[in-house]
């Protein structure tokens, strides 16, 4: 079955540092990925995404390629801010049609000024 | 648009009570999830509806939970009778489905504020 795994966290940065969160995937077919963000006190909000292989969603500053031979979907983003604090999920999506979202565990981020 | 509305915000409850969480999805959105989130599990999943009829309940953890959405507009998660291991925040989430090559899309979910459960 479809299924997600991501580093687990929490991950502690000081402001402007690099930001890599992994994501690897197992589906079948072709799959949708994203990756949401949820602030404290929050629901989810979508962050980005990717539909298809080699598409680089981005937003914020964040971005993630969509990886079909390592079947990955890493969030990297090259200065974080305190603002970035937050919990970020990866999820994939079937093709063709909004239908339920399998997600990972999230990491939780704490950017440090 | 408000986006997906959620209520109440803050539930507080003994246990044995019944409780009752609401939902109004985005208008014109024809999907509605509801969520659990705890610290040990996770997000999980409890059912999902499209176009007002029940898809897949196979997440609702048990017969205390139960889902209803009578019309487009809104949807209920009620737990009866209510336990301590029933704390949690629940979110419920609308999404429209739309192929990839029409809008660029895939699957986007649109999260509520989630209402935070708290059974003594």
């Known amino acids: 079955g479809n299924s997600v795994t991501q580093m687990e966290g929490p991950v502690t940065l000081s402001e402007e540092a690099f930001l890599t969160i992994n994501c690897t995937y197992t589906?079948?077919?072709?799959?949708?990925l994203f990756w949401y963000v949820q602030y404290p006190g929050e629901g989810l909000q979508l962050l980005l995404k990717?539909?298809?292989?080699?598409d680089k969603g981005s937003n914020k500053g964040f971005e993630a390629t969509y990886r079909k031979e390592t079947t990955s979907f890493h969030l990297e983003k090259g200065s974080v801010q305190v603002s970035d604090s937050a919990v970020y999920f990866c999820a994939l999506g079937t093709q063709g049609g909004s239908e339920k979202l399998v997600f990972g565990k999230g990491t939780k981020l704490t950017v440090n000024p | 648009d408000a986006g997906v509305i959620q209520s109440p915000r803050h539930e507080v409850t003994e246990m044995g009570q019944e409780v009752t969480l609401r939902c109004k999805p985005i208008s014109g959105h024809d999907y509605l999830f509801w969520y659990r989130q705890t610290m040990m599990r996770g997000l999980e999943l409890l059912i999902y509806?499209?176009?007002?009829?029940?898809?897949?309940d196979s997440g609702m953890p048990e017969d205390r939970f139960s889902a209803k959405m009578p019309n487009a507009s809104f949807s209920t998660l009620k737990i009866q009778p209510s336990e301590p291991r029933d704390s949690a925040v629940y979110f419920c989430?609308?999404?429209?489905?739309?192929?990839?090559?029409?809008?660029?899309?895939?699957?986007?979910?649109?999260f509520g504020p989630g209402t935070r459960l708290t059974v003594l």
């Open positions: 509806f499209n176009n007002n009829v029940p898809i897949d």
């Open positions: 990717a539909t298809k292989a080699d």
């Open positions: 589906a079948t077919g072709y799959p949708s």
């Open positions: 989430a609308s999404s429209l489905a739309t192929g990839q090559s029409i809008l660029g899309r895939g699957n986007e979910q649109f």
